[in-house]
Structure formats: structure tokens, C-alpha cells
């Protein structure tokens, strides 16, 4: 096995192990068992590293998102940002993407950044499920531009709060965003590991290779 396919298994375990951890923590039948969710990983320019195999749609969707977001975003070590605004990189209003930027020990920028995407079960809107026959974005649920759901490691409690305020079942609700905050966090600190292993330039480097 050349050098370049381990280190793609390197970097394909990471969200992999972010999908594992979303799946297992989850708090609704949508992504404990239908597993509707996807993980992936992204460098520092927001370029597509590593993907695991889970819901396609999402995953074309992403790296439109980390484009946006890259230079839109403030960025420090413990934030995550939520949004599941198509008109910016999402796909429909359950679909709900985290993401959260990688800050390896003495950098002062975002060396990586991993996120992941989640059908809820309910977003608000005119109907249950938030999947309605709408003729409006408006109609079918609440619409999240990106916002820091996360500032320096710290919920804000009132992004938090007006999300589950304006769904039909709050607790489900942050129970699956708090699952999608755990998953980013087992993605950060893989990576983070990796970088202590073989280094941050080896590791850069080797993410541009692919």
C-alpha cells in the first residue's frame, strides 16, 4: 500500500468515525436508525478531503456551504456554525448542517474543518415533517442562515432556543442537534490527533494530493 492511500484511510476514517458517533448519539428514528445524515471532512480552504458513505445529496451539497462560509465566518477554536438555508449550500429546511473549523496548537487560522448534515424530523412550517406540498420557501419551516450555534466552545442559548421555539418537537430537536455537536467534535479531535502523529505540514500536504 503507497503512502497516498494511507493516508486516504487517514483521512476517510475521520468522518467515518463522525457518522458513528451522530448515529449512536442521535435522538430521533431519522438518524439513530433511518441513519439520514453525512459526514465529511475539509481542508483549510474549504476544499473536500474525505466524505463517508452516506446520503449523496447531501454530500455534493457541502462543499458549496464550507465556500460560502469560509470567508463569511469569523472563525475561533470551539465555534460551530449551523445553517440549513438552501439559497446557500443546504439542500431542503430538515436538512441541518454543522460545521466547525479544525485549529491545530499555535495556529491562528483553521487548519481543517468537518461537518455534517442531518434530516430532522421537523423544522416547522404548515405541515408536520416539514415537507409540505408549499408553494414558498417560508411555508415549509423555520429557515437558518448560518449563525454560530457555538461560540468558543460555549451554546448560544438563544440561536438554540428560537430553533426548538418554532418546531413541533423541541426536545427531539436539540436532542439531534446536540448528537450533530458531538460528531463534530469526534471530527476535531481525530484530526488534531493525526496532525500530532505525522505533523501538520505532512498531513496539509497530503490532503492537497487528493
Same mark, same amino acid.
Given at each position: 500500500?503507497?503512502?497516498?492511500?494511507?493516508?486516504?484511510?487517514?483521512?476517510? /476514517?475521520?468522518?467515518?468515525?463522525?457518522?458513528?458517533?451522530?448515529?449512536?448519539?442521535?435522538?430521533?428514528?431519522?438518524?439513530?436508525?433511518? &441513519?439520514?445524515?453525512?459526514?465529511?471532512?475539509?481542508? /483549510?480552504?474549504?476544499?473536500?478531503?474525505?466524505?463517508?458513505?452516506?446520503?449523496?445529496?447531501?454530500?455534493?451539497?457541502?462543499?458549496?456551504?464550507?465556500?460560502?462560509?469560509?470567508? /463569511?465566518?469569523?472563525?475561533?477554536?470551539?465555534?460551530?456554525?449551523?445553517?440549513?438555508?438552501?439559497?446557500?449550500?443546504?439542500?431542503?429546511?430538515?436538512?441541518?448542517?454543522?460545521?466547525?473549523?479544525?485549529?491545530?496548537?499555535?495556529?491562528?487560522?483553521?487548519? /481543517?474543518?468537518?461537518?455534517?448534515?442531518?434530516?430532522?424530523?421537523?423544522?416547522?412550517?404548515?405541515?408536520?415533517?416539514?415537507?409540505?406540498?408549499?408553494?414558498?420557501?417560508?411555508?415549509?419551516?423555520?429557515?437558518?442562515?448560518?449563525?454560530?450555534?457555538?461560540?468558543?466552545?460555549?451554546?448560544?442559548?438563544?440561536?438554540?432556543?428560537?430553533?426548538?421555539?418554532?418546531?413541533?418537537?423541541?426536545?427531539?430537536? &436539540?436532542?439531534?442537534?446536540?448528537?450533530?455537536?458531538?460528531?463534530?467534535?469526534?471530527?476535531?479531535?481525530?484530526?488534531?490527533?493525526?496532525?500530532? &502523529?505525522?505533523?501538520?505540514?505532512?498531513?496539509?500536504?497530503?490532503?492537497?494530493?487528493?
Amino acid at each position: 500500500m503507497t503512502d497516498i492511500e494511507v493516508f486516504c484511510h487517514l483521512f476517510a /476514517a475521520i468522518p467515518e468515525e463522525m457518522g458513528v458517533t451522530l448515529g449512536r448519539t442521535g435522538y430521533s428514528p431519522n438518524i439513530k436508525e433511518r &441513519r439520514d445524515f453525512s459526514c465529511a471532512l475539509f481542508d /483549510a480552504q474549504a476544499l473536500l478531503v474525505a466524505e463517508a458513505a452516506h446520503i449523496p445529496v447531501h454530500l455534493a451539497a457541502l462543499p458549496m456551504l464550507l465556500a460560502r462560509l469560509l470567508a /463569511a465566518i469569523e472563525w475561533h477554536d470551539g465555534d460551530v456554525v449551523a445553517c440549513n438555508d438552501p439559497y446557500v449550500g443546504g439542500t431542503h429546511l430538515p436538512g441541518m448542517t454543522l460545521v466547525a473549523p479544525v485549529f491545530a496548537p499555535g495556529e491562528p487560522a483553521p487548519v /481543517a474543518f468537518v461537518a455534517n448534515r442531518a434530516h430532522h424530523a421537523d423544522v416547522g412550517g404548515m405541515a408536520p415533517g416539514s415537507m409540505p406540498a408549499s408553494t414558498e420557501l417560508y411555508q415549509e419551516g423555520l429557515i437558518v442562515p448560518p449563525v454560530k450555534l457555538l461560540e468558543s466552545g460555549r451554546l448560544n442559548d438563544g440561536v438554540m432556543d428560537l430553533i426548538c421555539r418554532n418546531v413541533r418537537t423541541p426536545d427531539e430537536r &436539540r436532542g439531534d442537534l446536540s448528537a450533530q455537536i458531538a460528531a463534530n467534535r469526534t471530527g476535531v479531535q481525530r484530526f488534531l490527533q493525526l496532525v500530532e &502523529r505525522c505533523g501538520l505540514g505532512e498531513v496539509s500536504r497530503r490532503a492537497r494530493m487528493l
